[in-house]
Structures are given as C-alpha cells and as structure tokens.
C-alpha cells in the first residue's frame, strides 16, 4: 500500500524536500525527521506500512498523532524515530 499526501488527515505540514517524494529505498538513514514536513511522515507512514503488512489507511490517523504530538523532542534522526515509533505503536 502507497501511502500519498490525500491520505493524511492533518493539515499543518509544511511540504519541502520535493525530491524526498521520489525516494525509493525504505530503509531509516540517519538523515533529520522534522515531524512538521509532510514528505518526512509520507516517507515514515510508508516505512511503517511496508515493515507492518496489517497496517490499513484507517491507521494513518493514529499514525499522525504518534509523530505530531507523542514523538519525543529529542528523536531527530529517520532511524530513532522509526525505533520509537514501532515500540509506541502497541503502548
């Protein structure tokens, strides 16, 4: 399932990065997450779909508010954001 911008049911993001959208490797990199840039949750809500097959658009919502408002400030990479992610996911 690709997640795409029509899908997300916030509205605050900032949309730069252009060339993020076209990224096609999945793996975390140490690259910053600015949890304010829709391509950085377009890219994370499609990491966590691809390594979690039972995700379903219906959980893009929880998904939003895991990165916008539970994320702790101190996680700024791709990678520790994923990690904090699939550990918060089921608390």
């Given at each position: 399932m ?12 900032t949309?730069?990065d ?33 390594e ?8 893009i ?15 700024l990479?791709?990678k ?5 992610l ?6």
């Open positions: 690709k997640i795409k911008k029509e899908d997300l049911v916030f509205n605050h993001y949309w730069y252009q060339g993020a959208d076209d990224r096609q490797d999945i793996n975390p990199t140490r690259n910053t997450f600015n949890r304010n840039n829709g391509t950085h949750i377009l890219w994370v809500a499609n990491w966590y779909a691809a979690h097959p039972m995700f379903q658009r219906k959980d919502v929880k998904l939003e508010i895991l990165l916008s408002e539970k994320l702790p400030s101190g996680l990479s791709e520790s954001v994923c990690y904090w699939k550990n918060a996911w089921n608390e």
